[in-house]
């Protein structure tokens, strides 16, 4: 099989675990060279090992993207260390949900903070170096791949900031796409339905609790499906752009 990255660089955030580890590897099986980025280090050192064995390449890049500076270090860590940057895959995220009456403040500070800010300040710093890339050989294309949500296209009760987080990705995705398109950085959303991750085990007891019964016993989407999704996205040829792709469990209504 070709691999259709081979040349380019990606960095991929929250890679530490379920949807971020995933599309890691699916880019390094792609050929990229992969920056790791995420606030566990030990998971990230297992990563780039698994990468490393498959003869790929990986740069552990421990990190907390909250704040502008530390997104910006991520981002010039990573032109640093594998030399140029083609893809950005900005997937960390936290979903914290419950009444928003009875809500603790600092839950949804830090969802604005990591699913939003985070992401935008990564984009940020990025652009230059995708904008470089894509006048470049290898692809002569690049791409900005943001994860956002289902809850990110309809607003669902005990989900107020979450899904004011993710409704904000799309429109933040949208009109950067729209800025970028003719420099050939294409801007990507990607919305899963409900897969199977550790992210709603962030939530309490009785929140997982209500979570299970309002999704039933259904077959959830697991992360490699979504990391196959920004692998097709980025693969595709240099004048097709997927600006916004919604994935769902096929019993998920």
């Not at 990563?47 to 490393?52: D, F, G």
């Not at 697991?222 to 692998?231: C, L, N, P, R």
Request: hydrophobic share 45%; proline share 3%; aromatic share 2%.
């Amino acid at each position: 099989m070709t691999r259709r990255l081979e040349g380019t660089v990606a960095l991929v955030t929250g890679a530490s675990s379920g949807i971020g580890h995933a599309t890691a590897l699916e880019l390094a099986r792609e050929g990229a060279s992969v920056a790791l980025v995420g606030r566990r280090e030990d998971r990230l050192t297992g990563l780039a090992a698994e990468i490393s064995d498959a003869g790929g390449k990986a740069l552990v890049v421990p990190t907390d993207i909250t704040t502008a500076q530390a997104a910006a270090e991520a981002v010039e860590r990573t032109v640093e260390g594998l030399g140029r940057l083609d893809t950005l895959v900005n997937n960390a995220g936290l979903m914290l949900l419950g009444p928003a009456p009875s809500a603790d403040l600092n839950d949804w500070r830090r969802m604005i903070d990591i699913n939003l800010m985070g992401l935008m300040y990564t984009a940020h710093a990025a652009i230059p170096h995708l904008v470089k890339a894509a006048a470049e050989e290898p692809r002569q294309v690049a791409d900005i791949v943001n994860i956002g949500s289902l809850a990110g296209r309809g607003a669902f009760a005990m989900s107020a900031v979450y899904c004011a987080t993710k409704f904000g990705v799309g429109a933040f995705s949208e009109a950067l796409r729209q800025e970028l398109a003719r420099q050939h950085v294409r801007v990507s959303v990607v919305e899963p339905g409900s897969v199977d991750t550790e992210l709603r085990t962030h939530n309490a007891a009785v929140v997982q609790q209500q979570l299970a019964t309002a999704i039933g016993d259904i077959d959830r989407l697991q992360s490699q499906d979504i990391a196959d999704t920004v692998g097709y996205i980025v693969t595709r040829p240099r004048h097709v752009a997927v600006a916004e792709l919604l994935v769902r469990p096929t019993e998920q209504v």
